[in-house]
């Protein structure tokens, strides 16, 4: 193949951006052109090509077998990263950048005017962000968890809260910035901040953080933490395909994600956009494992068997379906596309501990036509003041439980749909103990459920396997002596004891945040009244988990999930700029009038 490192393709303000291509040799273009546009260095390996074997692919070895198929791949860095010119700004410029660089591609000779685009996280961002702008050529997309569907919901913010995944991968890759790689003394001052201790001391403000080195990463995490209030800023094309979702290119998506993603609400609200309006092909992948880690048959602590694997079991391995997919949507194909909808169901397992250490928990890959899958309905369980999920109305006329809440010492993270946390958390499926090596724990490895800031809920054992498919909502009748606070949720499938678990295992599920200033609109916040009842809704990732006979279902209610969520003061004051934080007594009411509830998506057993 022939190859051109690291070609400076024109943006429209005349920015450039670094760019290798790799054209095929020995037969006629013009040629299907792929591309994927990455902040991560198009000259190292991507993460997302380590395959079930071991092998970790390099770009050049990725481009031999895109160019032997007769494909151009081109992977391109963006703006302001490694060799490309510019400022580096996440996510904003990226639909700009990623439209003048298929409008530059669609002009060379070597393209016949059809071009795929593929990547991982940030590197799907990029694609959809381009994809809301109809740039000229793009035919096809390969969508592997990210691509914003709307970042203030998923990705930067939920519920309101601010995810802290943005101030530490900011920190790490600040590191990796044009700035640190040209002066050794801002990486050396990056090396020597202790994150952990940074951590103690939010929120960060101008000069007063561990970014305080580049300023522009600090800049653009501080701004998106201030952003409260869903506005105009939130809107723009590199966050916001909900917005464009009436103009979308009519091409064909491949979407990949798992249910211990940080991209799972995103991933289906755009699987779903595209479905409803264009009439190409879709296809939706979801595995059980943590971000873009589809060989990894485990997450955290738990173990869903070799069949969890892509490799050898949803396909060959993840390089050859892309490269069957692009075959099928960028040329004349006579094969058949594989089935639509492939879903990890995880349960099921035996519960023991394995060799390694992880409770298995199993599963099985499900195939259909849709999703949520066929014959879902949903079923509705009721919080009670003896801490009981019951499937019956509550009739009391008065009950309620509180708690207080303090932010000095926030409910803390165990796990959970996340990513680039390191190194203060970590995602996946972890029993709910306050464990030392997890960030802002008591250490003392006593059960979450044992903190008085926390509510736990739990049904009767199952007297059948129940499927949650779909997704999960929590409605809670709420009231609080402060002006605002924080509710999360957390859905639990709690193990009963056994010779490996004597205490059970408490698995975390899926978990949910609402601040309650946002209870009624994003646009217009409201301050809570002392002592006045109001409803407020909390919307968990989906999930796809079978819950054995035996096993209960556990609702944990609190205020805070930190460090995963920045911690609510309970004063009101504007996002990240709080100086007065407050203890907050927080109520939540189960009566007749007020019934808090959990809905879930169900698929009977049977027909699965």
Not at 115 to 135: E, F, K, V
Request: aromatic residues 10%; charged residues 20%.
């Amino acid at each position: 193949m022939q190859t051109l490192h690291n070609h400076m393709i024109p943006m429209r303000d005349g920015i450039h951006l670094a760019t290798d291509i790799y054209l095929p040799t020995g037969s006629c273009g013009p040629f299907p052109v792929v591309i994927e546009r990455t902040p991560y260095d198009k000259s190292k390996p991507s993460r997302s090509e380590k395959q079930l074997d071991g092998q970790h692919i390099s770009r050049e070895q990725m481009a031999a077998r895109f160019t032997d198929q007769g494909f151009v791949a081109i992977f391109q860095d963006c703006r302001g990263r490694y060799a490309s010119e510019g400022v580096f700004t996440k996510y904003t410029a990226e639909g700009e950048d990623g439209f003048d660089t298929l409008a530059w591609i669609v002009r060379q000779p070597w393209c016949n005017g059809k071009i795929g685009s593929m990547g991982l996280s940030y590197a799907a961002h990029t694609q959809l962000a381009m994809a809301c702008l109809h740039p000229p050529g793009l035919s096809s997309m390969v969508l592997d968890s990210g691509g914003f569907a709307n970042a203030y919901q998923c990705g930067i913010r939920q519920g309101g809260a601010f995810e802290l995944k943005q101030a530490t991968w900011a920190f790490r890759q600040a590191k990796e910035s044009p700035a640190a790689l040209a002066d050794p003394q801002v990486r050396q001052a990056l090396e020597q901040e202790d994150i952990h201790h940074w951590f103690t001391r939010m929120p960060w403000q101008p000069g007063q953080s561990p970014l305080r080195h580049v300023p522009e990463y600090e800049a653009y995490v501080l701004e998106q933490w201030a952003k409260g209030t869903f506005s105009e800023y939130w809107r723009t094309s590199g966050i916001y395909a909900e917005g464009y979702y009436r103009q979308l290119p009519d091409i064909p998506v491949l979407f990949m994600s798992s249910w211990y993603d940080a991209y799972v609400s995103s991933t289906l609200a755009n699987y779903s956009a595209f479905r409803q309006n264009t009439s190409a092909h879709q296809r939706l992948v979801m595995g059980p494992w943590l971000h873009g880690d589809r060989n990894i048959s485990h997450s955290g602590d738990v173990e869903f068997g070799p069949q969890a694997a892509f490799d050898g079991q949803v396909d060959q391995n993840w390089l050859s379906c892309r490269l069957a997919w692009f075959e099928q949507s960028l040329k004349p194909s006579p094969h058949a596309p594989k089935a639509s909808v492939q879903v990890f169901l995880m349960g099921g397992g035996s519960g023991q501990r394995d060799p390694d250490g992880r409770l298995q928990h199993g599963g099985r890959w499900l195939q259909s036509t849709q999703w949520p899958l066929p014959g879902s309905r949903v079923q509705t369980l009721y919080l009670t003041a003896q801490g009981q999920l019951s499937g019956t109305a509550p009739d009391a006329t008065d009950a309620c439980l509180s708690y207080l809440a303090d932010p000095a010492c926030p409910v803390p993270t165990l796990g959970g749909a996340l990513t680039s946390g390191a190194p203060i958390f970590v995602g996946g499926a972890f029993d709910q103990r306050e464990r030392a090596d997890f960030f802002g724990t008591r250490g003392d490895n006593r059960p979450l459920s044992e903190r008085k800031d926390v509510l736990s809920f739990l049904t009767e054992p199952l007297i059948e396997d129940l499927i949650v498919a779909g997704d999960v909502q929590i409605e809670l009748w709420i009231d609080s002596d402060a002006p605002d606070t924080d509710f999360t949720a957390k859905l639990i499938d709690l193990y009963p004891p056994s010779a490996d678990y004597p205490d059970g295992f408490a698995m975390n599920i899926t978990d949910g945040i609402r601040r309650c200033r946002y209870r009624d609109s994003w646009e217009q916040p409201t301050a809570l009244t002392p002592g006045k009842r109001v409803k407020v809704t909390i919307e968990p990732f989906a999930t796809c988990n079978l819950f054995k006979r035996g096993h209960r279902l556990r609702l944990d209610i609190a205020s805070s999930n930190f460090p995963r969520f920045d911690v609510n003061p309970n004063s009101g004051e504007p996002s990240g700029q709080a100086h007065h934080s407050r203890v907050a007594r927080n109520t939540v009411h189960l009566s007749a009038g007020a019934a808090s509830c959990l809905r879930l998506t169900v698929v009977p057993a049977t027909a699965l």
